[in-house]
């Protein structure tokens, strides 16, 4: 994939790396894509369409190499779930998780994430939104580019339906107190918790997460719902 494929945004919460895929995610790329992807569109999808039922939809901002995506899926067939990643081993590993699992409730798209919410979801057409440990552009100089900002959060709280859930996750300190500070001061958004919140059961802990808080390092949850 190349930088043409998303616009000109001066300013993106990601850079396009040139990642190695294995034989296995470049098989699953090709074949797979075409059954379980879905093409940017700068039109608002019909997402029980997309799935075939009326269902719960929950989006997933960054699903990396789909672990967790997957299995957040797969413990809950009722609802669907669609993915946006823009690394292509990511996508090639979730399509692969997708076809070794048998789901069904979810697709995947390579695009921007802040461009899917923006054109291609509904107001108030989502159950939830997840964003697990984004990157946290940690150099003070770079904070511009972290994703969870005023304007992406009001534009997240708009596409909720009305006591959907947006939960944000990260295992940097600094950005978890930004992350809150810009939530809260979200008027569509209400906290669930007096801070942070416990880890909730429909988010799995990945073996990194477990290894770093073996090793002391701290991880932060958020869980905010639309109130109105």
Not at 39 to 55: C, E, I, N
Not at 95 to 108: A, H, M, P, Q, Y
Not at 145 to 173: E, M, N, S
Request: hydrophobic share 45%; glycine share 8%; charged share 20%.
């Amino acid at each position: 994939m190349t930088a043409a494929r998303f616009s000109s945004r001066a300013v993106r919460s990601f850079v396009l790396r040139q990642g190695r895929m294995s034989p296995a995610q470049t098989r699953a790329y090709e074949t797979l894509l075409p059954h379980w992807g879905v093409a940017y569109q700068a039109d608002v999808l019909d997402l029980d369409a997309l799935f075939g039922r009326s269902a719960p939809k929950v989006l997933e901002i960054g699903s990396g190499m789909g672990e967790t995506t997957a299995a957040i899926a797969l413990a809950q067939p009722d609802t669907d779930f669609l993915a946006v990643e823009v690394h292509t081993p990511g996508v090639g590993a979730l399509l692969k998780r997708i076809d070794e699992s048998g789901l069904t409730n979810l697709r995947v798209c390579q695009h921007d994430g802040t461009e899917v919410l923006a054109h291609m979801i509904a107001d108030g057409a989502l159950a939830g939104i997840h964003i697990y440990f984004p990157d946290p552009w940690h150099k003070k100089r770079h904070h511009k580019r972290r994703l969870v900002q005023p304007a992406f959060i009001a534009l997240a709280a708009r596409k909720l339906a009305p006591g959907g859930y947006l939960h944000c996750a990260t295992d940097w300190q600094d950005y978890a107190e930004h992350m809150l500070a810009v939530l809260a001061a979200e008027p569509l958004l209400a906290n669930s918790a007096p801070e942070y919140a416990p880890r909730p059961a429909w988010r799995p802990q990945t073996k990194f997460e477990a290894r770093g808080l073996r090793l002391g390092h701290g991880v932060w949850d958020l869980l905010f719902r639309r109130t109105i």
